[in-house]
């Protein structure tokens, strides 16, 4: 049984060490509680990098967690990035404490703004730690994500990376009305996205009476069912995963959240988020849909160029940094999709015959 988890292991570590996070929140005392954290997750995010590193360099290709997870080369490139960057977002977290300036994040998040409970934890000083584990959660459930090899561990992950980020958003010390408006609107649209995309799950499943994206290719080869299910469960899913991504029409959350939450949070979801996103799309559409690359390649594309445009164009036009800087991802998300839409396909070692992740 231990095998089968083994060499999953950054992604445990980081789950781990999100769990005792937690832990340390409650038990070290509040004056080097910020410091410990930050020690704490750097700690864990290099040794899930250097775990990483070493299973990339041996060439490591398995399943691993009872075939939930497939561990090929794009999962230990996308695993090598999201940690990397991680690991740069936790450095942003405590930058400001350690020169000396103030916390980005709010004192008493759960305080109404501008109250006195507000304004006495301003005056004490006092800082949330557990931002740290949440960013570790948040990564452990991209990790997940990038490597799924079935529908649901591919929403499960999902659902783990998108929970830390809505509290994330939330957590700004200045402009507090904004932050709560950013964090509650992206809970809301990323809720419905959720949504959506189970709903696209149960259409894919309802075609192909499978949940793995192998068996899902198989049963797209052999027509099993009508195709009305397997077209609505294709755009659902799609939908879902490019409303992560902040692609054209589904980026309508972006500029608003990026604007509202802390800036470190912003930097986060604006690299990391949209990595993770754009592999999980890309082993969805080559492994599991792959057979119907001709019926979607053009409507991603199309989907690519409009992201491109509105980005770059609208972006013009915005006066705040912030704002000008999220339509600036939303073009990038564009540019982005262009390399989903024009990926060759390639044989995987995991299943001969099969059309492999990009």
């Known amino acids: 049984m231990i095998d089968e988890f083994l060499p999953a292991a950054p992604v445990i570590v980081v789950l781990v060490g999100a769990t005792i996070g937690v832990i340390l929140e409650a038990a070290v005392p509040r004056l080097v509680r910020s410091s410990v954290q930050s020690a704490w997750t750097l700690l864990v ?21 009872i075939g939930s997870l497939s561990l090929d080369g794009p999962t230990w490139i996308a695993w090598t990035l999201l940690l990397f960057f991680g690991a740069l977002s936790v450095l942003l977290f405590a930058e400001r404490r ?29 800082e949330h730690s557990e931002v740290y584990p949440l960013l570790l959660f948040s990564l452990g459930g991209m990790m997940a994500f990038v490597a799924a090899n079935d529908l649901i561990t591919m929403f499960v992950a999902l659902e783990v990376l998108s929970f830390p980020l809505y509290v994330l958003a939330g957590m700004a010390r200045r402009r507090r009305l904004l932050s709560q408006e ?76 990026y604007v509202g939450s802390p800036t ?21 559409l080559y492994v ?10 053009t409507a991603i594309a199309v989907v690519a160029v409009a992201t491109m445009l509105v980005g770059a164009l609208v972006g013009l036009m915005q006066t705040d940094v912030k704002r000008m800087l999220a339509y600036s991802s939303v073009a990038h998300a564009g540019f982005i999709l262009v390399g989903v839409a024009g990926a060759a396909t390639i044989e995987s070692g995991l299943a001969p015959g099969s059309i492999g992740s990009v």
């Open 264 to 284: 470190p949070v912003t930097a986060f979801m604006a690299i990391c988020t949209k990595l993770a996103a754009a592999v999980g799309l890309l082993r969805l």
């Open 288 to 297: 599991a849909l792959g057979s119907l690359r001709w019926d979607w390649q």
């Open 182 to 257: 950013a964090s509650l609107k992206y809970f809301l649209l990323g809720a419905l996205s959720s949504a959506i995309f189970l709903y696209g799950i149960a259409m894919l499943y309802g075609y192909a009476a499978a949940f793995q994206f192998r068996h899902i290719d198989m049963a797209i080869q052999e027509n099993v069912q009508s195709s009305w299910l397997l077209l609505i469960g294709l755009t659902l899913v799609s939908v879902g995963l490019l409303f992560k991504i902040g692609a054209v029409p589904f980026h309508g959350w972006v500029p608003d959240v």
């Open 98 to 126: 350690v020169g000396g300036g103030v916390s980005p994040f709010a004192a008493n998040v759960s305080a109404v703004p501008s109250s006195q409970a507000e304004r006495e934890a301003i005056a004490a000083r006092q």
């Open 45 to 65: 995010l290099i040794g899930a990098l250097g775990w990483t590193v070493i299973n990339w360099s041996a060439g490591t290709q398995t399943l691993a967690a």
